[in-house]
């Protein structure tokens, strides 16, 4: 049974730093690309960024977030992180981690709420 578990969410300033996690379980991790994707209420959830599996080192982000955020991975772990830095009030959201494409399972998210 696939599942993802988002971890780490808080509120921060304008301008902060923030790393969230997520653990994956189900399925061979090292060899799937995984990515962050987000959601803001009546929107429908977007792309953040990803990474490839074990055999790649590809990585890309959405516009929005390139030069701030960095996806990394400890896959003896099962693990997915997201650095965040320099964050703004856009990057309110609630943040999902994946494969991409994206499995029809989803984790609960992990709230990141940047606030003055």
């Known amino acids: 049974q696939v599942q993802f578990m988002e971890s780490g969410g808080k509120a921060v300033q304008p301008g902060g730093s923030l790393r969230i996690s997520c653990l994956a379980s189900?399925?061979?991790?090292?060899?799937?690309?995984m990515a962050w994707y987000r959601q803001t209420p009546g929107k429908a959830r977007e792309f953040v960024a990803v990474?490839?599996?074990?055999?790649?080192?590809?990585?890309d982000y959405a516009d929005s977030v390139k030069g701030r955020f960095t996806i990394s991975r400890d896959n003896a772990k099962n693990t997915v992180y997201l650095q965040m830095n320099n964050l703004n009030f856009e990057d309110t959201a609630l943040y999902f981690c994946?494969?991409?494409?994206?499995?029809?399972?989803w984790g609960q998210g992990t709230q990141v709420t940047v606030s003055a």
């Open positions: 994946n494969q991409l494409p994206p499995l029809e399972s």
């Open positions: 189900g399925f061979p991790f090292r060899k799937y690309a």
């Open positions: 990474l490839g599996g074990a055999s790649t080192v590809y990585q």
